[in-house]
């Protein structure tokens, strides 16, 4: 079957290519911002003024565009398209964003103007990942391969994505409040951004020095690793 076949392919070429877990970056960022369309709809929520109600979720839409917008143009700034490490660094610290953002919605009384902020800042976060996530892999990996990786990268972010927004409307449907389930988001975004730290700093995936090297570019690391 080709499909199976095209599925080994490339699950054999990520074992062997040094980079393979960046294939769940994106899918990592999802898990931790997964849940916000849920909890939007609960901090908009008005009793019993569905116009205010629909004014304020309007305003946290708008505030995700703001972040949306923003995170991926400030962390420009910080990046070296030759240096893939810095990249990676600038997905693992969108993480940190977005675990301050959810621990800002933990606390029992906020504010909507700080429920607004934090949801631009938590969108900043998310938007860094979803665009450096795959630029990540489009440095690194084979032409040959990229379609492939891509799909697998989608395929694991929509699935986390699911997974998160799922248990977060289970969580609220038994009664747990919002503030209780955005400190369980935030525990999440946190053991993340611990998790791909020490993968960073310990010089796995993109930190590898192979690719840092200005003599290596994309075509002078593929090919080892298709061996």
């Known amino acids: 079957?080709?499909?199976?076949?095209?599925?080994?392919?490339?699950?054999?070429?990520?074992?062997?290519?040094?980079?393979?877990?960046?294939?769940?970056?994106?899918?990592?960022?999802?898990?931790?911002?997964?849940?916000?369309?849920?909890?939007?709809?609960?901090?908009?929520?008005?009793?019993?003024?569905?116009?205010?109600?629909?004014?304020?979720?309007?305003?946290?839409?708008?505030?995700?565009?703001?972040?949306c917008l923003c995170g991926p143009i400030i962390s420009n700034f910080f990046i070296q398209a030759e240096r893939p490490t810095t990249i990676q660094l600038a997905c693992v610290g969108s993480l940190a964003f977005i675990m301050l953002a959810w621990i800002g919605f933990s606390h029992d009384t906020i504010p909507f103007t700080l429920v607004?902020?934090?949801?631009?800042?938590?969108?900043?976060?998310?938007?860094?990942?979803?665009v450096n996530g795959s630029l990540l892999l489009q440095n690194l990996s084979s032409s040959q391969m990229l379609g492939r990786i891509l799909a697998m990268e989608f395929a694991c972010c929509m699935m986390f994505d699911a997974i998160a927004a799922t248990v977060a409307?289970?969580?609220l449907d038994q009664g747990y409040p919002k503030?209780?389930?955005?400190a369980g988001a935030a525990a999440v975004a946190g053991t993340l951004f611990v998790l791909w730290s020490?993968?960073?700093?310990?010089?796995?995936?993109?930190?590898?020095?192979?690719?840092?090297?200005?003599?290596?570019h994309k075509s002078g690391i593929e090919e080892p690793f298709l061996a």
């Open 198 to 216: 020490l993968y960073h700093i310990y010089g796995n995936g993109a930190a590898r020095k192979q690719f840092n090297s200005p003599v290596l």
């Open 1 to 67: 079957n080709n499909v199976f076949r095209m599925v080994r392919e490339v699950v054999s070429y990520l074992s062997k290519s040094g980079f393979g877990m960046l294939v769940l970056m994106k899918a990592s960022g999802s898990l931790a911002w997964g849940s916000a369309d849920v909890l939007n709809v609960e901090f908009a929520h008005v009793e019993g003024d569905e116009a205010a109600t629909s004014k304020r979720l309007g305003l946290l839409f708008s505030f995700i565009g703001i972040g």
């Open 169 to 171: 409307g289970r969580l």
């Open 179 to 182: 503030h209780t389930v955005s």
């Open 116 to 130: 607004c902020l934090l949801t631009s800042l938590r969108a900043s976060g998310s938007s860094t990942i979803w």
